[in-house]
């Protein structure tokens, strides 16, 4: 039997990382079973056989704690429980839970551990599962780095096989045929005689008795839901406007709130003039918070309207206020005293730039917003010592201690509810925005309040995806590459979020450099070196984090390369490939896109890969370059999840993340003047139109080991692929993002 065909109770409460077989730090507290949080405030007759699955007199609830923020998490997470608890799609309810450690995430910390995801070996290994365990362990529950379906794939599916025991179980004690006798089917126990039991009937038995504490998987052959075409649980209501988001939460006696801070991040407030706003139509109050101050109304817009009549008189940034300055910060960066890393330096790169011509360029991309549609907002509700937050967030127990420690609240009286997301691209990993709601209700107790943040304030006050430069050489021999040495210069991105959640952050950042240090290439003399930048504006993770920019460093230089040593670009690839996965992901968007083919005048293909994630994607980007600008007519993608378990989510994903890339390559930046960004809205933060939209092509595959998430791997390619397309197009070769910056596009 595999190692997942039978598992007991306890490792599905500890998480996957038991099976590699405990370790030495922090043992005791990695074994012990973390507490069901569904117990609490359990009415009589319901049951909550796992933290995963709670059932009542209103059927089958199934807990989704990873972050609905538009990719589907909800349904991919109820698809795990229920393709083992056996209860019918159209039936399924889903819930994000409390707040807890009990929903740790075990995955997520391996992104940050100096290892590359092709990287199998003992040391590599344990460390993964190390990480794992100090996730477990400090209760991390969090939503990104693309890690919901690896983190739940096993421990949500026993939760959905305990709890179905656990019925039969119950069925047995109700009725007393023989547990070999009984079957499952559409939220029901199926006796002999063809009779059902309804889960929602054996509830009240089956929370009196103890789980089953050891399960067996079904087997991939008798899957129902994982692997097949599902429709998603939100995809009725998103199609008709019906979907609730945080900011379309209504309560009664509701009142309504926005706030306005210095627009020059690090900026302080010296003092501002409120008599206007006071005194206009349907303003409660004008509050002071930390930094600026916000205005509670009768409804949003006059808030937003009061708000704009507040006269303030703004400090300075605390970073430097212009961009050219912000660059040179950056250029200057490529000093000894700045390196953060070297975590690959193969061959000798030094002895090979002596054996001849060099070539050398220098690459840059720009900082860039977040800018989900849904802006930021959260409802508040501070009564007699309690504090209750409804907003989306990534990260609900992070923000519970923040609160705590910035307020006085204890976590014990604060609630988070997490509500469906208007989008994130990892905006949500932060929380700001609820410290100034909290403090509105701190000052105006007893009322809910809905603070919504004008699209302005939610632009200008983003932490944004990091700008970043390389410095590159490299040197080709006989027609092929032979060395290759990328410096890459940014903050770090790291440093930077975890301080605000409170974390102390040792050693290098390895955001600065990946998707570049961990490419599976044998390149003989191959190095690459992270630069750390002094912090200047605030940052923070976006779509893909560091290899959302890296990517275009990395790929587009490579290209050049292969390009000067007069290589196929899909051959040279090929050839320096050293991992198997990765190459039938190259050859497979090669026959996808007809590598190779002729292609008439005017027009060009360009290919990239990126390993990101774990994930090997390749694409393929085909453009015409016409009267009226560059036209991308065609997208080709394949990417290796090790097990696609829901095929129409999976090509969404990409599709979107295709799509994602290239509209922030084409035409997107933030760029500051005065201390602040001079784009603070979507005419100035302009993204792909539709009919600017190519066709987009997708075939996954399933050769590699482990499964793997996808809702951000197709973002890092596209870049650095429509580049080398234009290229093949033009002639011309583009190192700066955005792209628009050096050549024209249809519009």
Same mark, same amino acid.
């Given at each position: 039997?595999?190692?997942?065909?039978?598992?007991?109770?306890?490792?599905?409460?500890?998480?996957?990382?038991?099976?590699?077989?405990?370790?030495?730090?922090?043992?005791?507290?990695?074994?012990?079973?973390?507490?069901?949080?569904?117990?609490?405030?359990?009415?009589?007759?319901?049951?909550?056989?796992?933290?995963?699955?709670?059932?009542?007199?209103?059927?089958?609830?199934?807990?989704?704690?990873?972050?609905?923020?538009?990719?589907?998490?909800?349904?991919?997470?109820?698809?795990?429980?229920?393709?083992?608890?056996?209860?019918?799609?159209?039936?399924?309810?889903?819930?994000?839970?409390?707040?807890?450690?009990?929903?740790?995430?075990?995955?997520?910390?391996?992104?940050?551990?100096?290892?590359?995801?092709?990287?199998?070996?003992?040391?590599?290994?344990?460390?993964?599962?190390?990480?794992?365990?100090?996730?477990?362990?400090?209760?991390?529950?969090?939503?990104?780095?693309?890690?919901?379906?690896?983190?739940?794939?096993?421990?949500?599916?026993?939760?959905?096989?305990?709890? %179905?025991?656990?019925?039969?179980?119950?069925?047995?004690?109700?009725?007393?045929?023989?547990?070999?006798?009984?079957?499952?089917?559409?939220?029901?126990?199926?006796?002999?005689?063809?009779?059902?039991?309804?889960?929602?009937?054996?509830?009240?038995?089956?929370?009196?008795?103890?789980?089953?504490?050891?399960?067996?998987?079904?087997?991939?052959?008798?899957?129902?839901?994982?692997?097949?075409?599902?429709?998603?649980?939100?995809?009725?209501?998103?199609?008709?406007?019906?979907?609730?988001?945080?900011?379309?939460?209504?309560?009664?006696?509701?009142?309504?709130?926005?706030?306005?801070?210095?627009?020059?991040?690090?900026?302080?407030?010296?003092?501002?003039?409120?008599?206007?706003?006071?005194?206009?139509?349907?303003?409660?109050?004008?509050?002071?918070? %930390?930094?600026?101050?916000?205005?509670?109304?009768?409804?949003?817009?006059?808030?937003?309207?009061?708000?704009?009549?507040?006269?303030?008189?703004?400090?300075?940034?605390?970073?430097?206020?212009?961009?050219?300055?912000?660059?040179?910060?950056?250029?200057?960066?490529?000093?000894?005293?700045?390196?953060?890393?070297?975590?690959?330096?193969?061959?000798?790169?030094?002895?090979?730039?002596?054996?001849?011509?060099?070539?050398?360029?220098?690459?840059?991309?720009?900082?860039?917003?977040?800018?989900?549609?849904?802006?930021?907002?959260?409802?508040?509700?501070?009564?007699?010592?309690?504090?209750?937050?409804?907003?989306?967030?990534?990260?609900?127990?992070?923000?519970?201690?923040?609160?705590? %420690?910035?307020?006085?609240?204890?976590?014990?009286?604060?609630?988070?509810?997490?509500?469906?997301?208007?989008?994130?691209?990892?905006?949500?990993?932060?929380?700001?925005?609820?410290?100034?709601?909290?403090?509105?209700?701190?000052?105006?107790?007893?009322?809910?309040?809905?603070?919504?943040?004008?699209?302005?304030?939610?632009?200008?006050?983003?932490?944004?995806?990091?700008?970043?430069?390389?410095?590159?050489?490299?040197? /080709?021999?006989?027609?092929?590459?032979?060395?290759?040495?990328?410096?890459?210069?940014?903050?770090?991105?790291?440093?930077?979020?975890?301080?605000?959640?409170?974390?102390?952050?040792?050693?290098?950042?390895?955001?600065?450099?990946?998707?570049?240090?961990?490419?599976?290439?044998?390149?003989?003399?191959?190095?690459?070196?992270?630069?750390?930048?002094?912090?200047?504006?605030?940052?923070?993770?976006?779509?893909?984090?560091?290899?959302?920019?890296?990517?275009?460093?990395?790929?587009?230089?490579?290209?050049?390369?292969?390009?000067?040593?007069?290589?196929?670009?899909?051959?040279?690839?090929? %050839?320096?490939?050293?991992?198997?996965?990765?190459?039938?992901?190259?050859?497979?968007?090669?026959?996808?896109?007809?590598?190779?083919?002729?292609?008439?005048?005017?027009?060009?293909?360009?290919?990239?890969?990126?390993?990101?994630?774990?994930?090997?994607?390749?694409?393929?980007?085909?453009?015409?370059?016409?009267?009226?600008?560059?036209?991308?007519?065609?997208?080709?993608?394949?990417?290796?999840?090790?097990?696609?378990?829901?095929?129409?989510?999976?090509?969404?994903?990409?599709?979107?993340?295709?799509?994602?890339?290239?509209?922030?390559?084409?035409?997107?930046?933030?760029?500051?003047?005065?201390?602040?960004?001079?784009?603070?809205?979507?005419?100035?933060?302009?993204?792909?139109?539709?009919?600017?939209?190519?066709?987009?092509? /997708?075939?996954?595959?399933?050769?590699?080991?482990?499964?793997?998430?996808?809702?951000?791997?197709?973002?890092?390619?596209?870049?650095?692929?429509?580049?080398?397309?234009?290229?093949?197009?033009?002639?011309?070769?583009?190192?700066?993002?955005?792209?628009?910056?050096?050549?024209?596009?249809?519009?």
């Amino acid at each position: 039997m595999s190692r997942l065909g039978k598992i007991a109770r306890r490792t599905f409460l500890i998480g996957s990382a038991a099976i590699v077989g405990g370790v030495a730090f922090g043992y005791y507290q990695y074994k012990k079973p973390v507490e069901n949080p569904l117990l609490d405030d359990l009415p009589d007759g319901a049951a909550a056989l796992t933290p995963y699955v709670r059932i009542d007199a209103d059927g089958v609830t199934i807990i989704t704690p990873r972050a609905d923020l538009g990719q589907g998490a909800y349904s991919i997470q109820a698809a795990l429980v229920a393709e083992e608890l056996d209860v019918a799609w159209q039936d399924i309810k889903v819930d994000p839970g409390p707040p807890s450690p009990a929903y740790f995430n075990s995955a997520v910390l391996g992104e940050g551990l100096p290892f590359a995801a092709t990287d199998d070996g003992f040391v590599a290994v344990n460390a993964r599962a190390v990480a794992g365990a100090v996730g477990k362990i400090m209760g991390v529950q969090i939503t990104g780095g693309s890690s919901t379906v690896p983190d739940a794939y096993e421990k949500m599916r026993v939760a959905g096989a305990v709890a %179905r025991e656990t019925l039969k179980a119950a069925a047995v004690q109700q009725t007393g045929v023989a547990l070999a006798d009984l079957k499952t089917q559409d939220g029901a126990v199926i006796l002999p005689d063809g009779r059902e039991l309804a889960y929602t009937e054996l509830a009240p038995i089956a929370a009196t008795i103890e789980p089953v504490k050891e399960v067996t998987l079904r087997p991939e052959t008798e899957w129902k839901y994982l692997g097949k075409e599902m429709p998603r649980l939100d995809v009725v209501a998103k199609s008709t406007g019906t979907l609730p988001y945080g900011i379309d939460l209504e309560m009664e006696g509701m009142v309504y709130a926005t706030v306005r801070t210095n627009p020059r991040r690090g900026g302080v407030l010296n003092s501002y003039d409120a008599t206007a706003a006071e005194a206009a139509r349907g303003v409660l109050k004008v509050v002071p918070v %930390r930094g600026g101050a916000g205005v509670i109304a009768d409804n949003t817009w006059r808030a937003f309207a009061a708000a704009d009549l507040i006269e303030f008189d703004w400090g300075p940034a605390s970073h430097p206020a212009e961009q050219d300055e912000i660059w040179a910060e950056v250029e200057a960066s490529f000093i000894a005293d700045r390196e953060d890393s070297q975590l690959k330096d193969e061959g000798d790169v030094e002895a090979e730039f002596t054996k001849g011509d060099t070539l050398e360029a220098s690459y840059r991309i720009p900082f860039l917003a977040h800018a989900p549609l849904e802006p930021m907002n959260a409802t508040v509700l501070y009564e007699d010592g309690r504090l209750d937050v409804w907003t989306g967030t990534q990260i609900p127990l992070f923000m519970i201690a923040n609160i705590d %420690r910035e307020y006085g609240l204890t976590a014990e009286n604060i609630q988070i509810h997490n509500l469906y997301s208007g989008g994130s691209f990892g905006r949500r990993l932060e929380d700001q925005y609820v410290h100034q709601a909290v403090e509105l209700a701190m000052a105006h107790q007893g009322v809910p309040i809905k603070m919504t943040w004008s699209r302005e304030e939610d632009m200008t006050h983003d932490f944004p995806r990091p700008l970043a430069m390389s410095k590159a050489r490299g040197r /080709v021999e006989n027609g092929a590459v032979t060395g290759f040495d990328l410096g890459i210069a940014a903050p770090s991105v790291t440093s930077s979020q975890m301080s605000r959640l409170g974390m102390p952050v040792m050693g290098p950042d390895l955001m600065i450099v990946a998707g570049a240090w961990d490419q599976p290439f044998d390149i003989p003399n191959y190095r690459v070196t992270g630069y750390r930048v002094p912090e200047m504006v605030p940052i923070s993770s976006w779509r893909s984090v560091g290899a959302s920019g890296n990517a275009f460093l990395h790929e587009g230089f490579l290209d050049e390369l292969i390009h000067a040593a007069g290589a196929d670009p899909l051959e040279e690839r090929l %050839r320096l490939c050293s991992h198997d996965v990765s190459r039938k992901v190259l050859e497979a968007v090669g026959e996808m896109s007809d590598w190779g083919s002729p292609m008439a005048e005017g027009r060009g293909r360009g290919l990239a890969f990126t390993l990101s994630f774990g994930v090997p994607v390749a694409e393929v980007v085909e453009v015409t370059n016409t009267d009226d600008g560059i036209q991308i007519d065609k997208v080709f993608v394949a990417a290796d999840v090790g097990r696609i378990l829901d095929p129409i989510n999976f090509e969404n994903q990409v599709q979107g993340g295709v799509i994602w890339g290239l509209s922030h390559a084409v035409m997107s930046e933030l760029t500051y003047s005065d201390g602040q960004p001079e784009q603070n809205n979507f005419d100035g933060f302009e993204s792909m139109r539709m009919f600017q939209a190519p066709e987009v092509f /997708v075939r996954g595959l399933e050769n590699a080991s482990k499964i793997r998430g996808i809702g951000e791997p197709a973002v890092p390619p596209a870049a650095p692929a429509l580049a080398n397309a234009i290229f093949a197009a033009t002639g011309q070769r583009i190192r700066e993002m955005p792209l628009q910056r050096h050549i024209d596009f249809v519009y």
